[in-house]
């Protein structure tokens, strides 16, 4: 089994002084490729730092929408040039945040819009952070219809006509550990509407330990096989199935080799 988590954040607290040890547990329980996130100007530079020194580590830039009313365009133009590194596979996280509402809602816009145009130049896939704001997130994403190469709805929430909307504009959908929780039937359910060529996995770590592990604490990608077993489950297959299945999703969406 050789697991891709496809969104971590190995430079954050908690697993940035411990990285080698970390992926180390990660291969040994079959997690062996990794993507991790950038969320703003200073962990892009640390994740760019971090990619170019691992073979099997690739790396995702972008603003959070938490942040999004502290960029400027310099830091936009930081980013499209940092983007074009070939170990970024993609743009983001990058959305809509209106649960928290760390920044005003048409700043959150204006940066969305941003990465997306930068995305949509350089063909690279996007990965959209949506909470509270499905409705203007897809309303947005509606005006890049077959600009953007590969779109993925990460740490998904959705109930089943959102999903079914996302799958409909032809979009990937990945879980972390709250599909495992055991008040999470409804996000349960909702799974197994996905197709396996449109599903993906993630620790979104340091957060979210899945069942049976929440109280490890920091989440790292060795407790994805947690996630992947339960999905593996919800589709009734094994998990080797599953594991082969969705990463050859995962390589084909972020185009790793």
Not at 5 to 21: A, C, P, R
Not at 152 to 177: K, R, Y
Not at 180 to 194: D, Q
Request: glycine content about 6%; aromatic content about 8%.
């Amino acid at each position: 089994m050789k697991l891709i988590d496809t969104h971590s954040h190995l430079t954050f607290e908690g697993l940035e002084n411990q990285v080698d040890d970390v992926l180390a547990r990660g291969v040994e329980a079959g997690v062996t490729r990794w993507i991790t996130v950038g969320t703003d100007k200073e962990h892009n530079e640390k994740v760019l730092s971090l990619v170019a020194s691992h073979e099997n580590l690739w790396a995702g830039l972008g603003y959070h929408p938490h942040c999004a009313s502290d960029i400027t365009d310099a830091d936009m133009e930081l980013l499209k040039k940092q983007a074009h590194d070939a170990k970024v596979v993609a743009l983001g996280e990058c959305g809509l945040d209106y649960y928290y509402m760390n920044s005003v809602a048409e700043s959150q816009k204006q940066i969305f819009l941003q990465h997306l145009d930068i995305a949509a130049q350089l063909q690279k896939p996007v990965i959209i952070h949506t909470r509270e704001a499905f409705e203007d997130t897809m309303s947005i994403l509606d005006g890049y219809a077959d600009r953007l190469k590969n779109v993925v709805f990460h740490c998904f929430g959705g109930d089943s006509e959102q999903t079914q909307q996302v799958l409909d504009c032809g979009f990937h959908i990945s879980f972390t550990g709250t599909v495992t929780f055991k008040r999470s039937e409804a996000l349960r359910e909702v799974a197994k509407m996905i197709p396996l060529d449109r599903l993906m996995i993630e620790t979104d770590c340091p957060y979210i330990s899945p069942h049976p592990v929440r109280n490890i604490q920091p989440n790292e990608p060795a407790l994805l096989v947690h996630t992947a077993q339960c999905l593996a489950d919800v589709h009734g297959i094994s998990l080797d199935e599953f594991a082969q299945i969705i990463t050859q999703t995962s390589e084909q969406f972020f185009g790793l080799q």
